[in-house]
Nanobody
Framework: VRFVESGGGLVQPGGSLRLSCAHS????????IKWFRRAPGQGREGVACISTGDPSTSYASSARGRFTISADKAEKTVYLQMTNLKPEDTAVYYCAAARGSSCLQPQYEYDYWGQGTQVTVSS
């Protein structure tokens, strides 16, 4: 199982970024994939999740309405489209997978992680 995140960078407040998570060894039929982030000095937070279960997507309250998670099964890539970015979105963003179809699984059940991509929102 391997995850490679990309798409991070420096963006001004109000700007947009699209993060990509290229994965191998994972099938969305059996796993759910979640984007997490860790801001400086803070714990890891789940941001958005996609699965084949119900709900098929879920979002943290901080992301709802601004972020959109999607998956391209053929390309084996999960995306996180982020709009109206705020300085408090600054963090390292990780994608991770857990066995199971529920986006409500606790963080400790996510066994497979990427190396992360830095997002910095600053003017």
């Amino acid at each position: 199982v391997r995850f490679v995140e990309s798409g991070g960078g420096l963006v001004q407040p109000g700007g947009s970024l699209r993060l990509s998570c290229a994965h191998s060894g994972v099938r969305l039929d059996y796993f759910n994939i979640k984007w997490f982030r860790r801001a400086p000095g803070q714990g890891r937070e789940g941001v958005a999740c996609i699965s084949t279960g119900d709900p098929s997507t879920s979002y943290a309250s901080s992301a709802r309405g601004r972020f959109t998670i999607s998956a391209d099964k053929a390309e084996k890539t999960v995306y996180l489209q982020m709009t109206n970015l705020k300085p408090e979105d600054t963090a390292v963003y990780y994608c991770a997978a857990a066995r199971g179809s529920s986006c409500l699984q606790p963080q400790y059940e996510y066994d497979y992680w990427g190396q992360g991509t830095q997002v910095t929102v600053s003017s």
